[in-house]
């Protein structure tokens, strides 16, 4: 601790700029740990907090994935003996129309039932504010909002507001307000409810249920129910607590948290060289201090305590300083990160508080002192290491020696050779990860040789710019490869993250446009959402003959698709006209035969499967899949298997009429439109609209329309690479002044003879801006390279981890491109402060020494 | 007297006490069994009296049905209601006639002697008929302060009955009830006290407890002998919990029509 006060503090002091930028390192780490975790444990907060409220009372829900169910189930689960209450549920997620407000849940419920479940806690008193309840059932237009909605719009008892159903606009009239409490804050008070049977006719559900809610009889236990209830309904029902929702959507979006979990490890990874860069650079520096200290008898251990120290306290700070700008980079991501949630996956919720978890934060606090203790371990070890004698040979210390560096080669080989094996053995998940972190440390260890070697084969290329610029920055380079290694690594990590990324996107994107082009081939596509993945409305199927009898429309094709839960997972179910659809697209099976596929599928015969469900599930050609419906369970074999991007759990696709005979279910959630040779894709479109204008909600999409809904959304999903590249070039940038920074403090006396002897200022900024530009060159060519190999892993975790889906390898070429000019700018600006401090630093105090 | 004798002498005394002890307790038990049962069975025979004066083979009326709520703000309802079948095994449509938004809304309940009663309501304007479940009986009847459970009739049979005592109502000397129901039934109510008239046995008051909370009280009213039956035509129905009450007046009260098993059914109920 004196130490620390008489030796670390008053360097500190003199070293300010260095001390934040090493302390930023580890905010930037901390900042993207937590602002990622938050941002996303806020949408997770944000759904299990509307599923929470809803819930009310309910100890447990009947439910069918996303399908529902007929009716008659709803008698069942009533007359099952330990079963208290149960009450059938609706939800649907509607455009309210109303700028800035987006989208409105409406909870369709049986209001003669539901209060024994859910606390309406209407303003002034119970349910004298619905008006007059007969009236609410009586009337379909009867809706209850919550006060904050109701208070934000204007809206009291009797107002009427515009809603978006199945059968068009639809004015409603406000019978009720819900104080703000319990469920009104369920999707952020965006919530409404309104009759049950008048919600199945306003969203096109015919005579089904979502799911039902129930509690339990006095004297049963919740698990005696959901044993009684899963024997009665069978295996295509799921009978869960409330809280099974929360689970489910967690396990939708596992992807999703998997890309963060990965881009918050390097981001961590790439604070920790920050660190280990600016502690390296502190003990080359304060090595004739280090030497006085040993010379007057403190131990090795206390030095290297005293690093350690320092680098905890850097730690804590520069944690909490990650923590607050965290939060800050959560609450303006949590609501883009909402958006993505329901474009994806199309479970609509929202994120408009920020869920701070405290065991994230301290879990943030923690890896960022760790991170900081780890990052100067080695730092410290030298420090302790230092030998009085060599302290004050300057210069001397910044060289790697030969030992070391054949050391450093011989380690790098052995890890890649390890790496290669494990590659070749990998059908372990462990020792492919292995594998993984072998290749990122051996490029690590190979960072400074390879930057050395670099280094020196550019020296030409810079004495040929400038002569004297160039060969003073290239020797500085050369000749203190510590200095600049920790740099070097920092940006080669960031930029193999951003290159395996904008690889795995580009690779994403190139698959998703070959599968749209073969798949999605359809002039136009009916909808009744303006979102086509929010599946909450749908048609009822009789409107198929009614668009196909439209002059100039010469096929259409009904598709229903719903999320199922099959082995513990959700996936999509895809039911269409299988016969019409293999005679309008192109889909070849990577697993299987067309003719096979085709037929037997469309026979009800077979089912065919995406790849990322036969990768993720482990299923295979032939292999019989069974799947629990709520009218029996579908046991048919596997006959194909094709590229579809529809979903990141996977898609089982099978014919209409074996969905409609095991679920009971006709209504349709998109029509495929063909139009007939002449007619055009406007003049249609119109068509359709004004044959349904004033009777039912349709959205009709073009062709183009729909393939850029679908690049949109993928672009959202891989927004995450520009946040990366943010990251990347503000390390970069931060390393780059850093290193920048030691090399001016340390060539004083050389920056001082050159002024002496006639050297302009011109050339002293010269040579600082090629020395930087050079780092951020073998930044680059270094990142390029990792991120060449950092590329493959990512599409194998994709492949085997993430969504099940094979991408091709392609290198991001312009991606690459486009970074040599970011990256060199970055380099750039990071020298203009540094140059300037060694243009105008003291002479006399330069030449002290002379 | 040796140890052995006493103490055999002690236990013969003490044998005797004990059955002593043991048969005066036996006679009071017996005894206050013997007046709860001839009450039990005077409180039986009371109801089911009452509930022989009021039985008919059908009815017919118009209601008019008033909610005062807490704040003294008034709402009215009518509907016109058919009742078939006599009590516990009858069936019931109530049609509503105003006010215009909850016109044609219609109820139907099939009442059952052995369980809860059976409700399914009609709703023209979605034109949808829905069940109304049976653990749901507790809520109150369209914000009335009915429940749908007092809408079902109390058949004998269905309770078990016990004279409290003597009371007058309204000037009219009564007995009163108390009705606990069997555990085949299911109530929102763990006991009633029933007051019934001893000139007609026609019923004055009802007053229904939740965990011994009393929670509403119905007050029977203007009682007339219509067609030989005597039958409350203004009946209040007065929530204690909520302090607030409803009143249902009778108007065209018709006794023993001749009305058609198929106007029961849902079929019916959704013409």
């Known amino acids: ?850 | 007297m040796s140890r052995r004798r006493m103490d055999r002498t002690r236990r013969t005394r003490s044998q005797g006490f004990r059955g002593l002890l043991v048969a005066a307790v036996l006679a009071l038990v017996c005894g206050a069994a013997a007046t709860v049962l001839k009450a039990a069975d005077n409180a039986r025979q009371i109801m089911e009296e009452s509930q022989k004066r009021s039985t008919a083979q059908s009815q017919r009326y118009e209601g008019l049905l008033q909610v005062f709520d807490a704040k003294g703000k008034v709402s009215d309802k009518r509907w016109t209601l058919e009742r078939l079948g006599s009590f516990g095994d009858s069936k019931m449509v109530l049609r509503f006639t105003a006010p215009a938004e909850v016109k044609a809304v219609a109820l139907l309940v099939v009442n059952h002697p052995d369980r809860a009663s059976d409700q399914w309501m009609w709703t023209p304007a979605i034109e949808r008929d829905r069940r109304i479940a049976l653990q749901d009986r507790s809520t109150r009847f369209f914000g009335t302060d009915f429940s749908f459970e007092d809408l079902e009739e109390r058949d004998v049979n269905q309770y078990e009955y016990t004279l409290v005592g003597d009371d007058t109502v309204d000037g009219a000397a009564t007995w009163k009830i108390q009705s606990v129901p069997k555990q085949a039934k299911s109530s929102q109510y763990s006991r009633s006290l029933i007051w019934v008239r001893k000139d007609n046995y026609a019923l004055a008051r009802i007053e229904n407890y939740a965990k011994d909370q009393l929670v509403r009280r119905l007050a029977y009213s203007d009682i007339q002998n219509v067609q030989g039956i005597w039958t409350a035509k203004v009946l209040e129905m007065t929530d204690v919990r909520r302090n607030s009450r409803t009143k249902l007046t009778l108007d065209k009260l018709q006794y023993n029509l001749p009305l058609k098993e198929d106007a029961f059914t849902l079929q019916a109920l959704r013409r």
């Open chain 1, 1 to 850: 601790m004196i130490l620390l006060k008489l030796i670390s503090w008053p360097y500190f002091r003199k070293h300010v700029l260095r001390t934040l930028l090493t302390t930023a390192g580890i905010v930037i780490g901390v900042a993207v740990f937590v602002g990622m975790h938050t941002a996303n444990q806020s949408v997770l907060f944000g759904f299990n907090h509307t599923v929470d409220r809803i819930a009310g009372k309910t100890q447990l829900q009947v439910t069918a994935g996303e399908t529902g169910f007929n009716e008659e189930v709803l008698e069942t689960v009533q007359s099952a003996p330990s079963v208290a209450v149960a009450v059938p549920v609706i939800e649907a997620v509607v455009d309210t129309g109303i700028k800035g407000r987006g989208s409105l849940l409406v909870l369709g419920t049986d209001m003669t039932g539901d209060r024994s479940l859910r606390d309406y806690d209407l303003e002034e008193g119970d349910e004298a504010v619905i008006d007059d309840p007969l009236v609410f059932l009586a009337q379909p237009d009867s809706i209850i909002l919550t006060r904050e909605f109701a208070e934000a719009n204007g809206f009291g008892v009797n107002s009427t507001l515009a809603l978006g159903t199945v059968l068009g606009p639809r004015q409603f009239t406000v019978r009720g307000i819900m104080k703000s409490s319990g469920l009104s804050t369920a999707f952020g008070g965006n919530l409404a409810i309104m009759d049950i049977y008048a919600a199945q006719r306003m969203f096109g559900r015919g005579r089904t249920f979502d799911r039902i809610d129930l509690s339990v009889r006095d004297g049963h236990s919740v698990a005696e129910a959901q044993q009684e209830l899963q024997r009665l309904l069978g295996p295509g029902f799921q009978v869960d607590s409330p809280a099974g929702r929360g689970r489910q959507f967690e396990a939708m979006t596992a992807a999703y948290s998997m890309m963060i979990n990965i881009s918050s490890v390097l981001a961590l990874v790439i604070g920790m060289f920050i660190i280990y860069n600016s502690f390296s650079i502190a003990v080359t520096q304060r090595r004739s201090e280090i030497g006085i200290l040993r010379a007057l008898g403190a131990s090795r251990s206390q030095i290297r305590w005293l690093f350690l120290g320092e680098s905890a306290v850097t730690g804590i700070i520069g944690s909490a300083f990650g923590l607050l700008a965290g939060l800050v980079i959560a609450r303006a991501i949590a609501a883009s990160i909402g958006t993505l949630m329901r474009d994806v996956y199309g479970v609509a919720q929202r994120a408009d508080e920020i869920a701070t978890d405290p065991r994230t934060l301290g879990l943030a606090m923690l890896i960022g002192v760790i991170t900081s203790v780890v990052a100067a371990w080695i730092p410290a070890r030298q420090a302790a290491a230092v030998d009085p004698v060599q302290a004050l040979q300057k210069g001397k210390y910044q060289v790697l020696s030969a030992g070391e560096s054949r050391l450093r080669a011989g380690v790098a080989a052995v890890l890649v050779l390890v790496a290669l094996v494990c590659l070749v053995g990998s059908g372990s998940r462990i020792v492919f990860y292995v594998g993984f972190l072998l290749v990122i440390a051996a490029a690590l260890l190979l960072g400074p040789l390879l930057a050395l070697g670099l280094a020196r084969l550019l020296r030409p290329l810079l004495r040929a710019i400038r002569p004297v610029e160039g060969s003073l920055a290239a020797d500085s380079l050369i000749q203190a490869p510590r200095r600049t290694s920790g740099s070097v690594a920092a940006v080669m990590l960031s930029l193999g993250l951003v290159v395996a990324f904008a690889g795995m996107s580009g690779a994403s994107y190139n698959s998703i446009i070959d599968w749209m082009d073969g798949a999605l081939n359809p002039d136009l596509f009916v909808s009744p959402s303006q979102d086509v993945v929010i599946r909450t409305l749908r048609f009822p199927q009789e409107m198929g003959q009614e668009i196909a009898a439209i002059p100039g429309v010469s096929r259409v094709q009904p598709v229903r698709n719903a999320r199922i839960v099959y082995r513990g997972t959700p996936v999509m179910i895809v039911a269409t006209d299988i016969q019409s659809l293999s005679q309008t697209v192109q889909r070849k099976p990577v697993v299987g035969d067309a003719e096979t596929m085709w037929r037997e599928t469309a026979a009800g015969r077979g089912l065919t499967v995406s790849d990322n469900l036969a990768e993720l599930q482990k299923i295979r050609l032939g292999d019989t899949i069974e799947i629990p419906a709520p009218h029996g369970t579908i046991r048919l074999p596997v006959v194909a298997v094709v590229v579809d991007y529809s979903d990141q759990q996977g898609t089982i696709l099978m014919d209409r009429t074996l969905f409609q005979q095991y679920w009971h279910d006709d209504s349709v959630n998109l029509f495929r439109v063909y139009l007939q040779p002449g007619a055009t894709v406007p003049d249609v479109k119109a068509r359709i609209l004004e044959h349904y204008a004033g009777e039912r909600q349709v959205f009709v999409l073009t062709n183009r329309e729909l393939k850029e809904y679908i690049l949109r959304v993928t672009d959202q999903w891989f927004s995450l690479s520009s946040v990366q590249i943010a990251v990347a070039v503000l390390v970069a940038i931060l390393g780059i002044v850093n290193t920048l920074t030691v090399s001016i403090t340390d060539r004083r006396r050389e920056l001082g003879v050159l002024k002496a002897v006639g050297g302009l200022h011109a050339q002293i900024r010269g040579t600082i801006w090629l020395e930087a530009l050079t780092i951020g060159a073998l930044g680059l060519i270094l990142g390029l390279g990792f991120g060449a190999v950092n590329l493959y892993y990512i599409l194998e975790i994709v492949h085997r981890d993430i969504a099940g889906m094979r991408l091709d390898y392609v290198f991001p070429v312009r991606v690459a491109l486009a970074l040599v000019p970011t990256m060199l700018g970055a380099a750039f600006i990071a020298a203009l402060w540094p140059a300037e401090s060694a243009v105008r630093g003291s002479l006399v105090e330069a030449l002290e020494y002379e």
